[in-house]
């Protein structure tokens, strides 16, 4: 058998040089090279007939048009270096250098609106394109290559992405924010933006991210891919008795194709997942520690299908759709909650959008996009018993959680380009219609709350309280947000970009929120290795129907809560001491403004000796009408409640405020070589607020002033970086890492001193999450190899890509790795994925109650090493 087994694997090796060495033998004997040049928009959409010139050394010259996905095939070229120059109606022309090596390459080039050109005279001075808003100056790319190199679980992925930009980041698929992120086969490249002053910005956040799908190809083409992880494989969790049942199974499947030749492509995608995980307990009970763990299954199935079609030359239509469902059990159960807490969740969702992207005249394109969602959950706990909550040592009884939810979205955008006299402008309208139908009942069965263990054990509870009523809701939801902006050039090294946006909404009575902005670029040096930003402008924040929500329900009528003081146990009415106060609400102020942020920052980006790139911001941010719980009703000292017939009366109210500094850092080198790529970002961030959210409530509630202290996102210092690298034949590696300092949790006594019932009282002379936590790091890692084989690929599209010389005017084209031989039919790539690669135990959840037996102490970690083995079949 091992005699069979070494045949077996040398007869397979020998077959798989041979196949090596006919591939290289028929490069070395055609000596030729090909080409695929991919032409696309600033939007990312393919340009059909755009006109490729392609033109070596040796007077060698081939000129094709790009048929519908926007692609031209040369082949029977020399290897060498090649010009390539790119033409399109109504764009500007593009010319870059090229090497091309023997077998198949390929490029992509992205071409500007002509009417830029015409009207602000743009040349190919790089100080234009730096000073330009919209242009390559404070944008971070990452290709295909790049992105594959990141983790292959979709949700590990999209974690990775938010790392990388930081903090309150939007991003946007094709234009589109919400739903799930494509699978990474998908995407074409992903755009980190810095530019946030633009009007059409909703939020104050400083990096966009932009993710663009591929433009279809001429023949039909698809990934299968598979993931496997199971305990065997990882480490144990530094709080879990054992390691426990740890299993993931993934899949994915895409296809893309054409539909009809030259107009229209389809592209369609599955992925699921079949897992389960453990979660730790660590609890104080009366006979003891309790240490545990408990399974937690989940299930998800996503499905999309997004076909485009080209109108004409410039005007492209793109509809998709998406299916995505998950289900999870034990949720609610660790930490200090006990088994018997648990509660289980379903979500569906559906989302339909439509996109129509074009040139109208040769100075005008317009954007419509609109989005239809249907989103449905159902949540119910395992056991219906009465909670008991004993601060910080455990839980246990009924999760009280019966829900379901049904919520209609509806979303229409339009956005328009025009230029003329060095202006370029944009103004857009987005509306936004949603409808609720909710059916929602929380502690109906009631929650004891005890200050400690001994409290517990004398049967000598703080607080009963106990929500009651009709569970069910329904109302309507609308949101409106127009804008113009003007970006004016006043010479080639400096532009003026300046707006407003306007913003208003349904439950609100204020309608003046407009929203200026304004920002400027400059270049100072002819060279363009250095270029400045700053801006400033207001952002206001929509008041959620989430919030609404509870004013509606909680209302006294509707819903009530009903709150006993001192109450007896476990029949809260037979005490002997108890206060059974009157039915509470939630409600808003009638004098509710719609929040805002003022926000200014002043960035510079230099480029070192042609290669690096250093970029510095720094920014400040002031929250304006803020918004807070605020218990209106609570008992003043010694004269009782101002409303003695209402119990406690949480009123919504826009009066906190806050102040963030912050300074971020990036260091990019680009493509540092053909086999190497990395990147790294700092941030250094102070941020104090006043309020943890609407529903939250402050320890006193006639001192709001005391709860101004750090924000949870108070969180110094965040590092990540990113490394790619190419080690041998088709074996690569890459690396991620990312580090933060600790995080702020409050600290409190454990009682109700102040009567108000919310046992969040804090000692004297403690302010609000004045407690820190612990730093955290992480390295993960990606090993993969793979390799192709049958005939060679009709579209060189799974082939290497030529390296691209970037002239500065230029700066713009993507470029890519060095080529490989993967200019075969099929491919197939074997991948191993670890997180946590050194099992760094990273504490979370601090205990700030002083009552607890923890006090002071973590009580879970995140996940230790975890490994992930799966392959990847490209056909």
Not at 22 to 32: D, F
Not at 401 to 416: F, G, K, Q, W
Not at 454 to 483: C, I, K, M, N
Not at 642 to 652: E, H, S
Request: aromatic share 10%; charged share 25%.
């Amino acid at each position: 058998m091992f005699r069979r087994g070494v045949c077996a694997k040398t007869l397979g090796l020998t077959i798989i040089l041979v196949m090596a060495s006919g591939a290289g033998l028929a490069q070395t004997s055609g000596g030729g090279a090909s080409l695929q040049v991919s032409v696309v928009d600033p939007g990312g959409a393919a340009i059909v007939a755009a006109r490729v010139e392609v033109s070596g050394r040796r007077n060698e010259k081939q000129t094709l048009s790009t048929g519908q996905q926007g692609e031209a095939h040369f082949t029977s070229l020399a290897p060498g270096v090649f010009k390539i120059r790119v033409e399109a109606e109504g764009f500007e022309p593009r010319v870059l250098d090229a090497s091309l090596k023997a077998g198949a390459n390929r490029v992509k080039v992205r071409l500007e609106v002509a009417r830029i050109k015409e009207e602000m005279l743009i040349t190919s001075d790089i100080r234009e394109r730096l000073t330009d808003p919209r242009g390559i100056a404070f944008t971070t790319v990452l290709t295909e290559e790049q992105i594959a190199q990141l983790p292959d679980d979709p949700e590990e992925f999209e974690a990775v992405i938010r790392q990388m930009a930081g903090p309150g980041a939007v991003i946007r698929v094709n234009g589109f924010a919400g739903g799930r992120l494509p699978p990474k086969s998908q995407i074409r490249e992903i755009r980190f933006r810095l530019n946030p002053y633009a009007a059409e910005n909703h939020d104050a956040s400083l990096i966009g991210v932009d993710i663009y799908t591929k433009p279809g190809g001429d023949a039909w083409h698809g990934t299968l891919n598979f993931g496997f992880r199971d305990e065997a494989l990882g480490a144990r969790n530094a709080f879990a008795p054992v390691r426990g049942p740890d299993q993931y199974r993934r899949f994915g499947l895409t296809l893309d194709g054409p539909l009809w030749a030259n107009r229209t492509s389809l592209f369609l995608s599955a992925e699921g997942a079949s897992s389960f995980d453990s979660k730790t307990i660590v609890a104080a009970l009366p006979e003891g520690p309790f240490n545990d763990i408990i399974r937690r299954p989940s299930r998800t199935l996503n499905i999309s299908g997004r076909v485009e079609h080209a109108l004409t030359n410039s005007h492209t239509l793109r509809a998709e759709y998406q299916r995505n469902g998950r289900r999870q059990d034990n949720l609610g159960v660790g930490d200090f909650d006990l088994p018997e807490r648990a509660y289980w969740t379903e979500h569906t969702e559906h989302i339909f959008r439509f996109s129509d992207t074009g040139l109208l005249t040769r100075k005008l394109v317009n954007e419509t996009r609109f989005q239809a969602r249907w989103h449905s959950a159902e949540s119910d706990s395992a056991t219906r018993s009465p909670a008991l909550i004993v601060l910080n040592a455990f839980s246990r009884g009924g999760a009280q959680v019966r829900s379901e939810r049904h919520i209609r979205d509806l979303e229409l955008a339009d956005n328009i380009d025009f230029a003329f006299d060095g202006h370029a402008m944009k103004a857009g309208i987005l509306l936004e219609a949603k409808r609720y139908d909710t059916s929602e009942l929380r502690n109906g069965d009631g929650t004891f709350v005890f200050a400690g263990l001994d409290a517990f054990s004398a049967a000598r509870p703080t607080t009963f309280s106990r929500r009651s009523g009709e569970p069910r809701v329904a109302f309507a939801h609308y949101q409106l947000g127009w804008y113009f902006q003007d970006d004016f050039r006043l010479g080639k090294s400096f532009t003026l970009n300046f707006g407003v946006r306007h913003e208003m909404q349904s439950h609100l009575g204020d309608r003046n929120n407009f929203a200026p902005r304004v920002g400027i670029a400059w270049s100072p040096f002819a060279s363009g290795t250095t270029t400045v930003r700053a801006g400033a402008g207001l952002f206001y924040d929509w008041f959620e129907s989430d919030y609404f929500e509870h004013t509606l329900r909680v209302d006294g009528r509707r819903q009530r809560d009903a709150v006993v003081r001192n109450p007896g146990f476990p029949d809260p009415l037979s005490g002997g001491t108890e206060i059974l106060l009157p039915p509470g609400r939630i409600q808003s102020d009638p004098d509710l403004r719609m929040p805002y942020v003022g926000q200014a920052s002043v960035g510079v980006e230099r480029r070192l000796w042609d290669r690096f790139q250093l970029r510095a911001n720094y920014f400040y941010q002031r929250g304006h009408h803020l918004l807070r719980g605020h218990n209106i009703n609570a008992p003043m000292p010694g004269r009782g409640r101002p409303d003695p017939t209402a119990g406690n009366i949480l009123q919504i109210e826009s009066g906190a405020g806050s102040a963030t500094h912050g300074l971020n850092l990036n260091l990019n080198p680009g493509q540092f070589s053909r086999r190497f790529y990395w990147l790294v970002n700092y941030s250094l961030l102070k941020s104090v607020n006043e309020a943890d959210g609407p529903l939250s409530l402050p320890a006193d509630n006639f001192n709001l002033g005391a709860e101004r202290g750090p924000s949870p996102l108070d969180i110094r210092h965040r590092l990540f970086a990113l490394t790619n690298l190419k080690l041998v034949k088709e074996i690569q590696l890459g690396m991620f890492f990312h580090a933060n300092s600790a995080s702020p949790y409050n600290v409190t006594t454990g009682f109700d001193d102040n009567g108000d019932t919310v046992s969040n009282d804090r000692p004297a002379g403690v302010g609000r999450n004045s407690a820190r936590g612990a730093a955290h790091w992480e390295v993960s890692t990606r090993l993969s190899w793979g390799f192709g084989f049958g005939l060679p690929s009709k579209t060189g599209q799974k082939a290497g890509r030529p390296t691209v010389t970037r002239s500065r005017g230029n700066a713009d084209a993507l470029g890519a790795l060095s080529p490989d031989a993967s200019d075969k039919r099929y491919r197939l790539q074997f991948y191993a994925q670890a997180y946590n690669l050194f099992n760094r135990t990273n504490l979370i959840n601090f205990t700030g109650v002083q009552t607890s037996p923890f006090f002071g102490r973590a009580t879970s970690a995140l996940h230790g090493r975890r490994i992930e083995i799966g392959t990847r079949f490209t056909f």
